[in-house]
C-alpha cells in the first residue's frame, strides 16, 4: 500500500486518482500509523516551501518522514520533491527535509519566462528505476519557478528550460520528481507504475 501524505499543501486527489488507474492501492492520510504501515510514501504538494515545511511541522510529520525515508520508497511529486532538500530559499531561508543533500533556488532560463509551465523533454542522466521502459523522446509536464541544485550523481534525468533544470532525483530510497507524473500521461503513468513497483 501507498500512502499520499496529505498535509494540506498537495495535489492529493489527482495523485490518487492516478493510482486508482492503474490499479494501485493508495490511500490519502497524516495519520502516522498508517505512513508507518505503509510500502511506499508519495509526497505531494503545491505551494510555496516554507509555508509547506510550516504545515508538514504542525502535522509532526517532519521526522517521521525522515525516518521512514530510511526504511521505504518515498517519491516527492513537484513541491514534494523540492523539499526533499536541504533548503529553499522561496521568499526567505527554510530549512528542507534533508534527504537529499542541495538547494531550491529560483529559476533563471535564459530569455525564457517563469514559471516554466508546459511539457519538456526528460532527458536521462543516469539509470533510475522510475526510468525503466521510457525512451529517450518522453515529455513531462511541469510547472515550477524553484529548481533544485544538487549533485550530478543525485539527478536521474533532467530538462532543458533555457538552463539545465533538475527534473528527477534518486538518492538510497529517496526519488523525487520536479514535473507531475500524474498529469503527464503515458509516460508519468510509466513513471508511477514504476514507483509501486519497487
Not at 499520499?4 to 490518487?16: C, E, L
Not at 521505504?72 to 543533500?101: A, N
Not at 525503466?132 to 511541469?142: C, I, Q, S
Not at 544538487?150 to 520536479?178: F, I, M, P, S, W
Request: hydrophobic share 40%; with cysteine; proline share 4%.
Amino acid at each position: 500500500m501507498i500512502a499520499i501524505i496529505d498535509y494540506g499543501a498537495g495535489n492529493i486527489f489527482s495523485v490518487k486518482n492516478a493510482c486508482e488507474y492503474l490499479g494501485v492501492d493508495a490511500l490519502l492520510t497524516n495519520d502516522p500509523v498508517q505512513i508507518e504501515n505503509a510500502d511506499k510514501l508519495i509526497l505531494p504538494g503545491v505551494g510555496a516551501f516554507p509555508a509547506a515545511m510550516d504545515k508538514l511541522e504542525k502535522a509532526g510529520l517532519v521526522e517521521l518522514i525522515r525516518r521512514e525515508a530510511q526504511k521505504k520508497p518515498l517519491l516527492g511529486i513537484c513541491l514534494g520533491m523540492q523539499m526533499l532538500f536541504t533548503k529553499g530559499y522561496e521568499f526567505e531561508e527554510r530549512e528542507g527535509l534533508g534527504l537529499i543533500e542541495g538547494e531550491v533556488r529560483l529559476m533563471t532560463p535564459k530569455g525564457l519566462d517563469i514559471p516554466h509551465m508546459g511539457w519538456n523533454r526528460l532527458i536521462k542522466n543516469r539509470e533510475c528505476p522510475l526510468l525503466d521502459g521510457l525512451g529517450d523522446d518522453e515529455y513531462v509536464y511541469f510547472v515550477h519557478s524553484y529548481a533544485a541544485q544538487c549533485a550530478d550523481e543525485d539527478v536521474a534525468a533532467y530538462t532543458d528550460y533555457g538552463t539545465k533544470v533538475t527534473a528527477l532525483v534518486h538518492r538510497g530510497n529517496v526519488y523525487g520528481a520536479q514535473f507531475h507524473p500524474e498529469k503527464s500521461g503515458r509516460t508519468g503513468l510509466s513513471i508511477l507504475k514504476s514507483f509501486a513497483a519497487l
